[in-house]
């Protein structure tokens, strides 16, 4: 079993829709990252948190310590919001990689 | 500034032939970090520096590959006798502060024939 799952791997929806992409963890943390990986291999780094909420434009990401879990939700989703959504967390001196949620938002 | 640069971004070799990667972060971060993605997979964790000092190395990097940031500036990771188990995209990131919110290069995809 992987120490980061993210879920869906895939995710298909409409433009306009309400997104939300899932990180469950196995490992004891200190932070966790959630990053954008457009074609092409580019990574962006949209937020980094280690309790609560953050919120960026139409992005929102949370996260529960006790639960072990984060989301990342994108509202209003638009066909540039088309990526690949990486969590990543930080354990130790060491850095843990979920395999990645496609998304792909049709107009 | 313009971020963090990888070259070459595109390498092709021969199974056994030695390659190099070069990183220049972001000039005021003192934290490096490389990681290696395979087709679609999540990156993993190869090593990072504070500074010149190569603070952790993942098991993941044998003794093929040696990673190097001499000045605490630019960084290089070399990959000796390459097999082609190790074509993958190589990323470079820096930050300002421990795995604080990181800031991504390109990459140099390395194909081994």
């Known amino acids: 079993k992987n120490e980061v799952e993210q879920s869906p791997q895939n995710l298909t929806a409409q433009e306009g829709e309400f997104i939300t992409i899932n990180c469950s963890y196995s490992v004891g943390i200190s932070a966790l990252h959630w990053l954008q990986q457009h074609p092409g291999g580019g990574i962006v780094s949209l937020f980094m948190l280690s309790s609560g909420k953050k919120k960026h434009g139409r992005l929102i990401a949370t996260i529960n310590i006790q639960e072990k879990h984060s989301s990342l939700h994108i509202t209003a989703s638009h066909p540039r919001d088309s990526a690949v959504y990486i969590c990543a967390v930080v354990n130790n001196n060491d850095m843990r990689f979920g395999a990645g949620t496609r998304l792909t938002v049709k107009p | 500034d313009t971020g963090v640069s990888q070259n070459p971004r595109h390498k092709i070799t021969k199974r056994g032939q030695n390659v190099t990667f070069r990183c220049d972060p972001i000039s005021e971060h003192n934290r490096l970090y490389w990681y290696r993605q395979t087709l679609g997979q999540g990156p993993e964790f190869l090593t990072y520096?504070?500074?010149?000092?190569?603070?952790?190395k993942s098991r993941l990097l044998s003794d093929r590959f040696s990673a190097e940031r001499p000045k605490g500036s630019f960084s290089t990771l070399e990959i000796q006798r390459t097999e082609q188990g190790d074509s993958a995209m190589y990323l470079c990131?820096?930050?300002?502060?421990?795995?604080?919110?990181?800031?991504f290069g390109e990459g140099s995809r390395l194909t081994v024939l």
């Open positions: 520096f504070q500074n010149e000092a190569q603070l952790e």
């Open positions: 990131a820096s930050s300002s502060i421990g795995f604080g919110e990181l800031f």
